[in-house]
Structure formats: structure tokens, C-alpha cells
């Protein structure tokens, strides 16, 4: 009998891709766990890799690719979206085989990531609950912290736990199910219990010493907390030499912040000891903290995939939202980064659209620039966060009622548009691809 099964929900969406995304607060908790010898198994409602899935979806570069999909109604307050909505993931008979498999554990850990995802969690808790009536289900992660009202509401059954601190969720759980005495295969996040490691995500540090008015980081994690140096090299060498994993990618919110006592030590140390992997940084960097020495580690040290937080060329917007950057600062990174023997196609700048109040103008002027600087633009559409400042905002532009229901957050459907336009939406998304493609 396990102690634990840990499960990954299913993603409900117009659009899912495995672009290094994994649940890593739930493989750390695992870890966690097994470190105070309970006996863990992870159920992945999205495992890519499972032989019976009907087809094999294909994987791409670097670890990355597609999830399985079956084709749902869309929900009936987004029929406007015109775009299909489907379940990502197993089949729901293959989850409960799986299910049936494994056994009744002491207790189900379930977790919970972007807000709109929501209902994949209910839809766990519901199956669970059908099958082991008795078995507590306990659900925790981000649209718990960030929706908690609405979890309690609607996550009929389970037990809500909005603590985001590790310590003080490991002793809750402590505190009601007892361990069976297994011993801890090692101390870093339980990845081996996934049917195949294509690559690994991991962090350097937690939460963010900014404060941008779109974002949730402060919420999730209120201080920032940096990892030994040794700590985080252990762990990239772990995985390394005993599964063979080559790609890596960065979840850190400040990847670059205080690069002198984390990041740079990290690589030098991993370089010395000739260690060679690649690096991705999906949740982009910060341009402002980037300068030539860096950049030139960051080739050196076996970065592939750059992805920088631009946001929008308007300087006003900055001003308002974020402080971030300033668009000469962006041109320098760059140049830093393609001096150092970047390639064009590895550096992507994100451009935040879909924001209240604004212009299709600035996107386009953004994309723009983006081109000029020698560097891929990525359009990340604007998704409306409760408790962040931007969120209130947001609301009053909003074409759904925002506080309703979480599925409005969804960053697809541009919920702060009143009249989206798709057709003009399209436009500029080509746009975008054609700047990507065209190697200028
Ligand atoms: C890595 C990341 C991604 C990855 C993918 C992550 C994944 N696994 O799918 C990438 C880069 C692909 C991504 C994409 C996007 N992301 Co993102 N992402 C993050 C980030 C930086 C880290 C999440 C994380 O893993 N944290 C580390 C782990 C350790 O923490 P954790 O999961 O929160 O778990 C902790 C606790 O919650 C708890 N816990 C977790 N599970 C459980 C279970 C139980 C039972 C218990 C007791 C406890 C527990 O334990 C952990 C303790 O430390 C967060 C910001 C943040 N600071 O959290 C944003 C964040 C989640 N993303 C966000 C956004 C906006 C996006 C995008 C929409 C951006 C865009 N415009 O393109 C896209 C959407 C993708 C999509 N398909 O819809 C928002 C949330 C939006 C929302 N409405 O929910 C966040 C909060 C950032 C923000 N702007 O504020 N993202
Ligand atoms: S957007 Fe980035 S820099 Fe701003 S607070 Fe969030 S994580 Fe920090």
C-alpha cells in the first residue's frame, strides 16, 4: 500500500503544449515526503509516454511536445472562443485503470497550476472520490492559492491546503498520515517517478524581490529564497549521470538576480567539472540584469533556448506596469547575447498582449523593434490574475465576469478584449511567425 499517490490533473484548454511543463511543486513535495520515509507513487493525467495511449503524441526538440488530446464541447460560457477546447492528457479509462492498478493509498496529493486549469482538478477529485469513497484527497498548488474560495466551493470532498511553504505543509501532512518506513532513493524532486525523464525543470531560487502589477509571484512565494550553490549543482548532476537527462530548464522567477552568488557559480562549477548539458529558460530573464560577461557564460555553459521578458516597447507602459526595461536595454542585451555566439533563433523576446487598455499599435510597434534587435518575438497573451493589482483593472474591462469563474483567466480567449476581433488577432499572431521566419 502506498502512503502517498500524487496526481498531475488533466489540462481543460484551447491550447496545451509540453513546453518543459511539469509539476514540480508536487515532485518536490514527493521528494520531501520521501525524505521522512513515506511510500510515494505519481498518477500523470498528462504521461506523454504511456504505451497505451491510442497514439504516441510526437515529442519534439530539447524534451519538448505535444500531449494527447481528445476533442470536448467548449464550456458553455466560452462559445465565442472560435477555437477547438479539448481534454489534454490520458484517456479517462487509462487514468482509472491506473488508478485501480496503484490501489487505495492513506492519501491522495493532488496539485494545481495555471487558475483556468481548474477544471482538470475537479475532475480528478471526482473520479478519485468514485473509486476510493473513503480515501482523503488533499489538492494544493497555485489555482488553490490564488482561487481558494472557489476551490472550497467547488472541490467538493477534497481538503483545500492554500500553504505554499514547504515546511509547514510537510508538517500538516505529518501530522495526519503516519509513514510506512520506506527509505528515500535520493533528495532532490522525485522526477524518477515518471515513466521517462525527458528533461528536468528546476530552481535556483523562489519568488521575485520585483513587484510587476500583472503578476502573482509575491502571492505564491511572498520571499525570495535562493538555493545553496552545491545544492543546485548536485542536482543537475544527479540527473545527469544517473539518468542520462541533457535538458534542463530554469522555473526561477529571478534567474539572474544576484548572478554573482547563484547562477554564475553554478555554471562555473558545473563547467569545471565538466559537465555538459543544455539550458532552457521558458519563464524568461530579465534583460536589464544581463551584461556581456554574462551572456558569455551563458553560451558557454550550454544555453540553448533564451527567453527574455520585453513585454512592450512603450515606455509609458513599463512606467505604469513593471519598470522593467527600456527598449535601448533590450538592443544591448541582445547584442551581448548574439556577440557571445547566440544564434538568432535561440534568442526569444516575449511580448505581453491583451493587456487592458491597450493598443493593437503597440503590440505591432513591439514586434517590430523585437525584429530590428536581431532577436525571435513570442507573443504571451495577457492572462488576469486575482489578488495582483492589474487584476482590478482588469475587471473593469473585462467582456466575462472575471470573479465568476477562473476559466475567464484563461490568457487564449483575451479576456480583456470587449469585441475581440479574431480575425485581426490572427493577423498579428502571422505577423509575428513570419518575423520569426524570416531570419532577419
Ligand atoms: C514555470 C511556469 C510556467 C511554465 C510551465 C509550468 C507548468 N508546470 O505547466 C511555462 C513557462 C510553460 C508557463 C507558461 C505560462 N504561464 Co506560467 N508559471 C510558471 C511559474 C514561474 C512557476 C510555477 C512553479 O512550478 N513553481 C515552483 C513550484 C515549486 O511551486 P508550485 O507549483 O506553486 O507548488 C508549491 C505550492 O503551491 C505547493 N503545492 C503544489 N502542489 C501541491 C499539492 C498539494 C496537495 C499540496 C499540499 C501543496 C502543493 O507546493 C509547492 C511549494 O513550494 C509560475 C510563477 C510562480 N512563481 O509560481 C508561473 C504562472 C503559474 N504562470 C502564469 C502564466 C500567466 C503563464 C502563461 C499564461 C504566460 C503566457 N502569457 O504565455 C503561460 C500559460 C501556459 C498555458 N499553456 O496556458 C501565471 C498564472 C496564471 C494563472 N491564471 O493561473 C503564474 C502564476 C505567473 C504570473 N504571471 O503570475 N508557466
Ligand atoms: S513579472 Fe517577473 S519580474 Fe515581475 S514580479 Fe513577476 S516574476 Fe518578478
Redesign the pocket.
Known amino acids: 500500500m502506498f502512503d502517498f499517490i500524487l496526481i498531475n490533473p488533466w489540462?481543460y484548454?484551447f491550447?496545451?503544449?509540453d513546453?518543459?511543463?511539469?509539476?514540480?511543486?508536487?515532485l518536490?513535495?514527493a521528494s520531501l515526503l520521501r525524505q521522512e520515509e513515506y511510500k510515494i507513487a505519481f498518477l500523470d493525467c498528462l504521461d506523454p509516454f504511456h504505451p497505451e495511449l491510442p497514439h504516441l503524441p510526437k515529442r519534439k526538440a530539447y524534451g519538448t511536445g505535444h500531449y494527447f488530446r481528445q476533442k470536448l464541447p467548449k464550456p458553455s460560457s466560452l462559445l465565442d472562443v472560435p477555437r477547438h477546447f479539448a481534454r489534454y492528457g490520458l484517456p479517462v479509462k487509462l487514468f482509472l485503470k491506473e488508478l485501480l492498478k496503484l490501489g487505495p493509498p492513506k492519501a491522495f496529493?493532488?496539485?494545481?497550476?495555471?487558475?483556468?486549469w481548474y477544471p482538470g482538478v475537479l475532475e480528478v477529485v471526482r473520479l478519485v472520490k468514485s473509486v476510493y469513497p473513503r480515501v482523503p484527497i488533499?489538492?494544493?498548488?497555485?489555482?488553490v492559492?490564488?482561487c481558494r474560495e472557489h476551490a472550497l466551493k467547488f472541490l467538493k470532498g477534497a481538503i483545500i491546503?492554500s500553504?505554499?511553504?514547504?515546511d509547514k505543509?510537510l508538517s500538516f501532512?505529518k501530522k495526519e498520515i503516519s509513514p510506512s518506513g520506506a527509505k528515500a532513493p535520493h533528495l532532490f524532486p522525485a522526477f524518477d517517478l515518471q515513466r521517462h525523464i525527458p528533461y528536468v525543470?528546476l530552481?535556483t531560487s523562489?519568488?521575485?524581490p520585483f513587484s510587476c502589477k500583472?503578476?502573482?509571484?509575491k502571492i505564491?512565494?511572498p520571499t525570495f529564497k535562493e538555493r545553496p550553490v552545491e545544492q543546485v549543482v548536485a542536482e543537475i548532476k544527479f540527473w545527469h549521470q544517473n539518468y542520462g537527462v541533457e535538458d534542463f530548464a530554469f522555473?526561477d522567477?529571478a534567474l539572474l538576480v544576484n548572478f554573482e552568488r547563484r547562477l554564475g557559480p553554478i555554471l562555473e562549477s558545473l563547467l569545471l567539472e565538466g559537465i555538459k548539458v543544455r539550458f532552457h529558460t521558458?519563464?524568461a530573464m530579465h534583460i536589464r540584469l544581463l551584461d556581456r560577461e554574462k551572456a558569455k557564460l551563458l553560451k558557454k555553459a550550454g544555453f540553448k533556448t533564451i527567453r527574455l521578458g520585453f513585454e512592450t516597447l512603450s515606455s509609458k507602459r513599463h512606467q505604469e506596469l513593471d519598470g522593467k526595461v527600456e527598449a535601448e536595454e533590450l538592443k544591448e542585451a541582445v547584442t551581448f547575447l548574439r556577440e557571445a555566439g547566440f544564434k538568432r533563433e535561440e534568442i526569444g523576446v516575449y511580448i505581453?498582449w491583451g493587456l487592458p487598455y491597450q493598443d493593437f499599435s503597440e503590440v505591432v510597434a513591439s514586434l517590430n523593434f523585437v525584429a530590428k534587435t536581431g532577436a525571435m518575438p513570442y507573443l504571451?497573451?495577457?492572462?488576469p490574475?486575482p489578488q495582483?493589482p492589474l487584476f482590478e483593472e482588469a475587471k473593469k474591462v473585462a467582456r466575462y465576469p472575471l470573479e465568476e469563474d477562473?476559466l475567464f483567466?484563461?490568457?487564449?480567449i483575451f479576456p480583456c478584449l470587449k469585441e475581440p476581433d479574431w480575425n485581426l488577432l490572427e493577423s498579428i499572431k502571422h505577423l509575428a511567425r513570419k518575423i520569426r521566419q524570416s531570419g532577419a
Open positions: 489540462i484548454d491550447a496545451a503544449y513546453l518543459w511543463a511539469r509539476p514540480l511543486g508536487l518536490r513535495l496529493l493532488v496539485t494545481s497550476l495555471m487558475t483556468y488533499y489538492v494544493g498548488g497555485i489555482y492559492k490564488l491546503i500553504e505554499t511553504e514547504e505543509i501532512l525543470v530552481t523562489l519568488g521575485c500583472y503578476c502573482a509571484s505564491l512565494q522555473y522567477d521558458p519563464n505581453l504571451a497573451e495577457y492572462s490574475i495582483t477562473p483567466h484563461n490568457n487564449t
